[in-house]
């Protein structure tokens, strides 16, 4: 049973912030100063590579991505305190706009958490197999099929009408391998002697 912890050191606390910007950030319609925009942020408007993950196209996008927040860290949080998951978070967010602006110059906007969590999904799957618990086998492979499988088909067409825009399946391929680069240095950092976050 999922108990919620809000000290200062649960990574409990780092999620309610977070949703509670996304939350203010999507009521406050602040999609023109925040949202990613390619062209903006080759200009020097470079917050933009991490504001527009928190931002979202409508309130079905926004709450769907902040369940999928919650649920993701209900199925790792034995691997997170605030600070960590506040500094896995924040370089997720960082990789997916550096990565969709190196990789994908077609993108020319882009808003949501889905990137990210597809990232953080992937992280706590591999910390999950580390941790020799065989179900991160699992979710590591099903998030892996389901990337693959949208780069291949594209996302459902109930999905895109549902946020009432294009789902950026470029955001999730950069979102999974962002996790995997991300785990990797962690594990390396651990196997070197430095602090686990």
Request: positive net charge.
């Amino acid at each position: 049973m999922l108990k919620l912890k809000l000290g200062a050191s649960s990574p409990y606390a780092f999620a309610l912030v977070i949703t509670l910007i996304c939350v203010s950030f999507f009521y406050l319609q602040l999609d023109a100063l925040l949202a990613y925009q390619r062209n903006l942020i080759i200009d020097g408007q470079w917050w933009r590579l991490i504001s527009g993950n928190l931002l979202h196209t409508n309130a079905w996008h926004l709450y769907m991505n902040l369940a999928g927040f919650w649920v993701i860290l209900g199925l790792h949080e034995q691997h997170y305190r605030a600070k960590g998951l506040c500094l896995v978070f924040f370089i997720l967010c960082l990789m997916q706009g550096l990565g969709l602006l190196v990789f994908f110059p077609n993108l020319i906007g882009y808003v949501g958490l889905s990137g990210m969590l597809h990232g953080l999904f992937t992280y706590g799957a591999v910390l999950d197999i580390r941790s020799g618990l065989k179900s991160g086998y699992l979710l590591l492979l099903g998030v892996c099929l389901k990337v693959a499988y949208e780069q291949y088909f594209g996302a459902s067409l109930e999905m895109t009408q549902l946020i009432d825009a294009r789902v950026a399946t470029e955001a999730h391929l950069v979102g999974l391998i962002s996790g995997l680069i991300c785990v990797g240095v962690f594990i390396t950092c651990k196997r070197l002697g430095r602090e686990q976050i």
